[in-house]
């Protein structure tokens, strides 16, 4: 049983703290420190947190792993091996340098498939077919270090970024405890990446969301979900924000409207695009709560054939 380091912060890296903590020994866990958060700011344990305070397992949440106060702390654990998960810091050389068996990290991708911040987001956007997970052994460079396993995962047409998330969040956990004993053991080798092949998934920006109508439905589509839940996409209605939370390709339409054209449809609105048309299925209005479409109408007769600016 390899004594084991876990460093994680988000809902995502859940699971594989408590795959780990029943299949090896966690002598520690690292993640974020506390942040504030909601409208009184109070302050806000990250999920890791969390889960290890729940579990009894020590916690370490420093600012950042460049001192040697925080290598210090590391090394009194001892550990055979580092396993990260959407963990929020860099890892010094120092640090990957620490267990006898190097850090392994919990990638959302198939490496070298979008390496970077936001692979989950990347593979929607793009119209992949297929993403999955990847266990990598953890080098000085950006998502760049030999893989030691992956495992595919489909990408279903009505995957948001959070619903993708979740089902790989527990497909990594899976692979990296099926996988941890034999590469600690050595019988597995870890294998370079093709450069050649990379990807990047920039790290999303608020503003990003900002949809462009004169794009086509189903690039529209597919920023949506891979936007959900965050950072959202939105237009404007009236000078007003407009956050569009779920909508759904029209099929088979065949109108003429120009981009950003709000449609009268059977069971509520949909909005012309540069190619085809998207209806609106859930939708919020700044200042107002989220609504399905049918209710938003009611009492707003302007909105249909009014022109949404993105």
């Known amino acids: 049983m390899a004594r084991v380091i876990f460093m994680g912060t988000p809902r995502f890296a859940v ?21 504030p958060a909601g409208r009184g700011r109070d302050l806000h344990q990250s999920a890791v947190k969390q889960e290890a305070v729940a579990r009894g397992l020590p916690v370490f949440q420093p600012r950042s792993l460049r001192t040697p106060e925080a290598a210090t702390h590391l090394e009194q654990w001892k550990p055979d091996v580092i396993v990260v998960a959407a963990f929020g810091q860099i890892l010094t050389e120092a640090v990957l340098d620490l267990p006898l068996h190097g850090c392994l990290n919990v990638h959302a991708s198939l ?34 270090g030999p893989i030691v396993a992956q495992r595919e995962e489909p990408i279903r047409p009505e995957d948001t970024r959070m619903t993708l998330t979740e089902r790989l969040s527990i497909l990594g956990a899976e692979l990296l405890v099926e996988t941890l004993p034999g590469y600690v053991s050595g019988e597995i080798e870890p294998r370079p990446q093709d450069d050649e092949k990379a990807t990047f998934a920039e790290r999303l920006r608020k503003e990003d969301g900002r949809l462009d109508w004169s794009r086509p439905a189903g690039v529209l589509d597919r ?3 891979a936007f959900n839940p ?10 007003r924000r407009l956050k569009v939370i779920e909508a759904s390709l029209l099929l088979d339409w065949e ?28 939708i919020q209005l700044a200042g107002k709560r989220a609504m399905a479409i049918r209710p938003f109408l009611q009492g707003r007769q302007d909105f249909v054939g009014s022109q949404l600016d993105g």
């Open 255 to 282: 109108g003429e409207a120009s981009p950003g054209t709000v449609l009268d449809v059977e069971d509520g609105a949909a909005v012309a695009t540069g190619e085809g048309a998207l209806r609106l299925e859930e």
């Open 15 to 35: 699971p594989t703290l408590r795959a780990l903590v029943e299949a090896q020994e966690v002598v520690g866990v690292v993640t974020q420190p506390d942040r």
């Open 230 to 239: 965050w950072p959202g996409t939105f237009s404007f209605w009236k000078g």
């Open 223 to 225: 920023k949506i979900r």
């Open 111 to 144: 490496l070298p498939r979008w390496r970077g911040a936001a692979p989950v987001a990347a593979a929607i956007l793009a119209g992949d077919e297929v993403t999955g997970v990847t266990i990598m052994k953890m080098n000085p460079g950006l998502d760049t």
